[in-house]
């Protein structure tokens, strides 16, 4: 890619903007042989690897750094203009990536190389699959006619030297096409964006708010026919690297974009942020307290969800951007991760670590067409065993209206009764919160309004009662005891 597709002498650090699909970025490569580079990328996936890491590769394939039909020559353009390119009668280029220009990637010369590049990265290189930015741009065909079954998706699926790869995508691209549910790829995950909106407005406090996170945290069924996503459908995410980290989510109501020399005219303005009383970092320490404890509610809320959750790297130990929500151009400790093992918030590293345990251990639970064996918990998708109940304060009450920040709900078993409650309460003020009966006795294992450390406890804290008391803000899971058994 050209690493100076950037204003005033700054840097393209992300690497949008590509010139070659084959190449990996010599800036990546270490020594001065530039023949290296390729034998280096393969040793990094094999160290992943040997890591238990796979390693997916963001493709652009959607643009080049040609620009519009006033930018530079650099290849497909002097190659063969038309064919690469979406252009009018006029030769003007059609444009739905926001950078100019748009890849006609349905033609059988694009499809071929796009395909070549891709058995590149994965026989020659080991990826082990790929995130198409901007991927429903793909799927337009002549005059940017969005396809049902676009040719390029179809080859990719019947390639067999790419069965086995992961694919991801946006699915969406600035031309205002979305097509999340009926993604026209079987095998593509496509990201969540109503996941990401949903629960970030639910936390902040907003009205009408309630019921879309509802449908979120029981896997977007008014998003996917009025059943949770199909397994691997649907990626859940809160953060990516565009946009807020997690941590500028609740520090910052308005970006801080000046350093890439735009004005603060780039980047989103509408990310669903709070600051929780001011704008950036902070000494107040009501102001911290709150901040952690929504960051918190935010992971749970991530980690509880149907779906396949993505976290932004970084954000697990609380990583700031300074508010800059766009730092693409920012090579630099603004938009580096620091590799320490003890630099950021261990705390969080920590509820996260066990957040991801827990997950793994009531897998069933979260995603219901997982493989299952005899012993194991209840299957979702098995009449006659789990059933989700909603409820609000009360129990099988439900409170949908457009002033409500509280809900709660329950899985409940027909012949063992309820096996999980969660409740969530997002106004102001402390909420009361009525249980289930359980017989076979409560575990807490979430309760976000503790302390760091004790808010999720590796084996649960027996809980008493019929009700729940749920702080402002905070978040509590309780799950029947027999569950926990083994879990550590």
């Not at 457009?402 to 409740?423: M, R």
């Not at 249980?435 to 979430?446: A, D, T």
Request: aromatic share 8%; glycine share 10%.
């Amino acid at each position: 890619f050209d690493p100076h597709d950037a204003p005033d002498g700054r840097l393209n650090y992300w690497g949008y903007s590509p010139i070659s699909w084959f190449a990996p970025h010599h800036g990546y490569q270490l020594g001065e042989d530039p023949l290296q580079i390729r034998q280096q990328v393969r040793q990094l996936v094999a160290a992943c690897h040997h890591a238990g890491l796979e390693v997916l590769v963001d493709v652009v394939y959607n643009h080049t750094c040609e620009g519009n039909q006033a930018g530079p020559t650099l290849s497909w353009r002097g190659i063969d203009d038309r064919s690469y390119y979406h252009q009018n009668a006029r030769g003007d280029y059609l444009d739905v990536s926001g950078c100019g220009n748009s890849i006609a990637a349905n033609r059988p010369l694009v499809r071929r190389l796009i395909l070549e590049s891709m058995r590149c990265w994965a026989m020659e290189l080991g990826v082990d699959g790929f995130r198409f930015d901007l991927g429903i741009a793909l799927s337009r065909g002549e005059g940017l006619t969005p396809l049902d079954r676009p040719p390029l998706f179809e080859e990719i699926e019947a390639d067999p030297e790419l069965a086995d790869l992961k694919l991801v995508s946006e699915p969406w691209d600035c031309g205002g096409l979305y097509r999340l549910a009926d993604f026209p790829a079987r095998r593509v995950g496509a990201w969540n964006g109503r996941f990401r909106d949903d629960v970030r407005r639910f936390w902040k406090g907003d009205d009408k708010s309630c019921w879309a996170m509802g449908q979120r945290m029981a896997g977007s069924p008014d998003l996917f026919g009025g059943q949770p996503a199909p397994l691997g459908r649907s990626i859940t995410f809160l953060t990516a690297h565009d946009g807020f980290t997690l941590a500028d989510l609740v520090s910052y109501s308005q970006k801080h974009n000046l350093a890439n020399g735009e004005d603060n005219r780039d980047g989103d303005n509408h990310n669903n942020s709070w600051n929780h009383g001011v704008e950036g970092p902070t000494t107040d320490p009501a102001i911290a307290a709150l901040r952690d404890r929504q960051l918190r509610n935010l992971l749970a809320s991530l980690l509880l969800a149907p779906g396949v959750p993505m976290l932004l790297m970084g954000d697990e130990v609380r990583r700031s951007q300074g508010g800059n929500n766009n730092a693409w151009c920012q090579n630099n400790p603004l938009g580096w991760m620091h590799w320490q093992p003890d630099s950021g918030d261990q705390a969080l590293r920590q509820f996260v670590q066990r957040l991801i345990h827990l997950r793994h251990h009531l897998a069933d639970l979260f995603n219901p067409e997982l493989p299952h064996a005899e012993g194991q918990l209840p299957r979702l998708d098995q009449p006659g065993h789990l059933s989700r109940l909603w409820h609000g304060i009360e129990l099988n009450k439900p409170d949908w209206a457009s002033w409500s920040h509280t809900l709660a709900w329950s899985l409940e078993d027909a012949h063992h009764g309820p096996l999980l409650w969660c409740g969530l309460n997002a106004y102001v003020q402390p909420m009361e919160f009525s249980l289930p009966s359980c017989p076979r006795g409560w575990l807490r294992l979430i309760d976000t309004s503790l302390p760091p450390g004790d808010d999720l406890p590796s084996e649960g804290q027996p809980w008493q009662g019929s009700t729940a008391p749920l702080a402002s803000n905070s978040l509590m899971l309780l799950v029947a005891s027999p569950l926990m058994q083994g879990h550590r």
